[in-house]
């Protein structure tokens, strides 16, 4: 079992809709999480982080359940320029501080 | 403003030539990383490294090696490389250990032929 699974992709949703994406995650000591952003032949950047009492930047929100070992990413409002892929990373102290990565969900906003 | 530089953006070597991948941030960052990225298959993780000096092996180590003699800059070898190590490969720093948003270079696109 991979240590961060995403929803497979990719997700084709119009402008304007809600769409969400989700993650779980193995290992229980994780500590820090975050949703990172990563366009096309880019890197990966820094989408937001995401707190045990959700959190909101806009039209995201990012939810986290620990007992379930769980987060969310929530877009609302979607507009074309979302379109990207969205990185589900989870940071642990008892491994070193090492990030470790999602697969990643493609999301494409049309028209 | 915040950067990580990668010295190459496109490479092509021949099996079993040794590569060198340059990594160097200016942000003063404890933690450096080495992720490969291939379809499907996300970023993985090869190496870090939290200190000066100091590595450890990530899920993927096979086939690589780092050195980090200064703090500022991360180095992947692949000791001969080989076809299926052609990959996009990314470096990232960040300043602690956990809470703290990781930094990426441009990635480099090394093809092995």
């Known amino acids: 079992r991979k240590e961060v699974e995403q929803d497979p992709g990719p997700f084709n949703v119009p402008e304007g809709a809600t769409v969400a994406f989700n993650c779980t995650y193995s290992n229980s000591a994780s500590q820090s999480f975050f949703w990172y952003r990563q366009d096309c032949r880019k890197e990966p950047k820094l989408l937001m982080s995401v707190y045990s009492s959700g959190n909101e930047d806009g039209r995201f929100t990012a939810q986290l359940n620990r007992a379930s070992q769980y987060i969310s990413l929530l877009i609302r409002d979607s507009k074309l320029s979302d379109s990207a892929t969205y990185l589900c990373v989870v940071n642990s102290y008892n491994q070193g501080g090492k990030l470790i990565f999602g697969q990643g969900t493609e999301l494409s906003v049309k028209p | 403003d915040v950067k990580v530089t990668q010295s190459s953006r496109y490479l092509v070597k021949r099996t079993g030539e040794k590569v060198f991948l340059e990594c160097v941030q200016d942000?003063?960052?404890?933690?450096m990383f080495w992720y490969r990225q291939d379809p499907g298959l996300g970023l993985r993780l090869i190496y870090f490294?939290?200190?000066?000096?100091?590595?450890e092996k990530g899920d993927i180590p096979e086939g690589y090696s780092v050195s980090r003699e200064k703090k500022e800059r991360f180095s992947l070898i692949l000791e001969s490389a080989s076809t299926n190590q052609t990959s996009m490969y990314l470096c990232?720093?960040?300043?602690?250990?956990?809470?703290?948003?990781?930094?990426f270079g441009q990635g480099t696109r090394l093809t092995v032929v």
């Open positions: 942000m003063d960052h404890e933690n």
């Open positions: 990232a720093s960040s300043p602690g250990m956990v809470n703290t948003e990781a930094f």
């Open positions: 490294s939290y200190d000066v000096k100091m590595k």
